[in-house]
T-cell receptor, first 112, second 112 residues
């Protein structure tokens, strides 16, 4: 059973479109992180959210942590081909916060 | 680049043989993790460590063992390799809770 459920699993869009990907759980998290991974490489951190309701922006990317700290979303405005990659959410919770677990990821393809 | 090195980068081994993968860090980070990545499954946690000689199981630990006798090294052993353990293995390190996890380049293991 995957603790963190990501949707959609695959997303193919045209350059300039907007998109949102989701990371959901029935459990409360101390923090949630979003990573981006390119083929042949390890994931690289995009953002960490720790406070319920928190919104963080990174250029065209907007991240939100749910009020109950059980879910998060990543919104990309005016997607570009360089945004193509695998987007992974990761979280730690409770007394085993150091146990960093990942969702299955959303594979995004942005076509020129 | 974070000082984290995985070795070997590629390995082909036969079913039933033991295999050890090494993760070496020069950052003195407390937490170290081993993940495997397979299509459709994202990153799944195998084992993790929260200090020297302090390790615990992740979600897919069967058939794997780990050791951490020094801060800088975290070894993953496949006791008797099986074809289902063919995968890409990633090591990650992080200094503290809620901080960025830095990943190695990955080890592609093929069990034939």
């Amino acid at each position: 059973t995957q603790l963190l459920e990501q949707s959609p699993q695959f997303l193919s869009i045209q350059e300039g479109e907007n998109l949102t990907v989701y990371c959901n759980s029935s459990s409360v998290f101390s923090s949630l992180q979003w990573y981006r991974q390119e083929p042949g490489e390890g994931p690289v951190l995009l953002v960490t959210v720790v406070t319920g309701g928190e919104v963080k922006k990174l250029k065209r990317l907007t991240f939100q942590f749910g009020d109950a700290r059980k879910d998060s979303s990543l919104h990309i405005t005016a997607a570009q081909p360089g945004d193509t990659g695998l987007y992974l959410c990761a979280g730690g919770r409770g007394g085993s916060n150091y146990k960093l677990t990942f969702g299955k990821g959303t594979l995004l393809t942005v076509n020129p | 680049d974070a000082g984290i090195t995985q070795s070997p980068r590629h390995k082909v081994t036969e079913t039933g043989t033991p295999v050890t993968l090494r993760c070496h860090q020069t950052e003195n980070h407390r937490y170290m993790y081993w993940y495997r990545q397979d299509p459709g499954h994202g990153l799944r946690l195998i084992h993790y460590s929260y200090g020297v000689k302090d390790t615990d199981k992740g979600e897919v630990s069967d058939g794997y063992s780990v050791s951490r006798s020094k801060t800088e090294d975290f070894l993953l052993t496949l006791e008797s390799a099986t074809s289902s353990q063919t995968s890409v293995y990633f090591c990650a390190i992080r200094t503290d809770l809620n901080t960025e996890a830095f990943f190695g380049q990955g080890t592609r293991l093929t069990v034939v």
